[in-house]
């Protein structure tokens, strides 16, 4: 539903095609009114494309059309959005791409009562709103989402309610941060968050196990959250200018460990027995929070110092995406990243991700 070639009315009696006619409001309302002789004639239409005109807001003749499915009134001079036929037409679909609506320009509810719950697809990209329109979470039924290209700063905390998502793209807005419920739209397939100011991600997301694309270029990514790997759907994972591909490099950092840390590495690898008998209870507190390696051929553990590793996940023999790891010893750091790149270690394969 994003593009129209057709630029003819007659090529289906159930669409009006007045794409690139110079209209006006007014002049609209002449062509709607005088459209056809036949009262019930209205009711067989079921798409109306007004793209690319000079509409300051919605046709009230559009009333007429009282099966009107899908409206597309892009690239025109919308500045608000008429509630009587906004909320009265039975749409399914409603495109307003590149207009001048803002947050106040929208109705001020999409209750249930309209004929709005039928609402499919919105999408408001290239317009003025400068939050989430908190009326979209009135539409249980939405599945494609489009607020590309806004001055939005923040994604709902309560986008958790609209279950049926399939499709999120909010890219191109300034979005800093993204809420931990959005790992809650299992019906997720495609998320676009492309050119925000994101800086991380909820370690949620990894619930969204029917995601097959995820665009975050053009962030302020760092690092991304290790459960992001249990996505076995994802095929499209864009990472590109983001500061985690930018030092897209290994990187080791270690200093000498302690005494008192290399004695508690031995005493918990050998497994040598301690009670409070032989040992004073801080370094029996110390020894309890040994953490183990992550390195699956290595038993070791670390404490204080550690190395911290950026570990390569290569699914497609070309393009590799860095994990933040940490490891007991720079000697576990070949034999960590040989066992990440095998597709058998997570039994799915991420076949694109786009780096550059």
């Not at 709607?32 to 067989?44: G, H, K, Q, S």
């Not at 079921?46 to 003749?61: D, F, K, Q, R």
């Not at 409603?94 to 999408?123: V, Y």
Request: neutral net charge.
């Amino acid at each position: 539903m994003e593009n129209y070639t057709s630029d003819s009315s007659e090529s289906d009696s159930h669409t009006i095609d007045y794409q690139n006619r110079n209209l006006t409001v007014s002049k609209a309302e002449d062509f709607f009114l005088n459209l056809f002789d036949n009262e019930m004639a209205y009711t067989e239409i079921e798409t109306v494309i007004l793209y690319n005109n000079h509409l300051s807001s919605l046709p009230l003749s559009l009333l007429q059309f009282t099966n009107l499915h899908t409206l597309d009134i892009s690239n025109n001079s919308l500045a608000t959005l008429n509630v009587e036929v906004f909320l009265q037409c039975p749409l399914r679909t409603f495109i307003a791409k590149n207009n001048l609506l803002t947050n106040d320009s929208l109705p001020k509810t999409f209750a249930s009562k309209s004929k709005l719950g039928q609402l499919r697809e919105l999408n408001l990209s290239g317009n003025m709103l400068t939050r989430f329109p908190n009326q979209i979470l009135e539409l249980h039924s939405i599945k494609y989402l489009y607020l590309n290209g806004n001055l939005i700063q923040s994604i709902h905390k309560d986008i958790w309610k609209l279950k049926n998502l399939q499709v999120l793209s909010m890219g191109a807005n300034k979005i800093r941060d993204v809420p931990d419920t959005i790992g809650n739209l299992v019906q997720m397939q495609g998320l676009n968050l492309c050119d925000n100011l994101i800086d991380k991600l909820p370690s949620s997301i990894a619930r969204l196990h029917n995601l097959k694309t995820l665009s975050l270029h053009k962030n302020a990514i760092r690092t991304l959250p290790p459960e992001l790997i249990s996505l076995r759907n994802l095929t499209e994972l864009s990472l590109r200018d983001n500061p985690l591909v930018d030092r897209f490099v290994q990187h080791l950092s270690m200093t000498p460990t302690t005494l008192k840390e290399s004695a508690a590495r031995v005493v918990k690898i050998s497994e040598l027995l301690y009670s409070p008998e032989n040992l004073p209870r801080t370094l029996i507190d110390y020894l309890s929070f040994a953490n183990c390696c992550v390195n699956p051929n290595c038993k070791g553990v670390y404490f204080d110092n550690r190395v911290e590793n950026v570990k390569f996940i290569d699914f497609c023999g070309k393009y590799r995406v860095p994990f933040m790891q940490y490891l007991c010893s720079s000697k576990c750091v070949d034999n960590a990243n040989v066992d990440a790149q095998q597709p058998s270690a997570s039994g799915f394969m991420m076949r694109k991700v786009l780096l550059g």
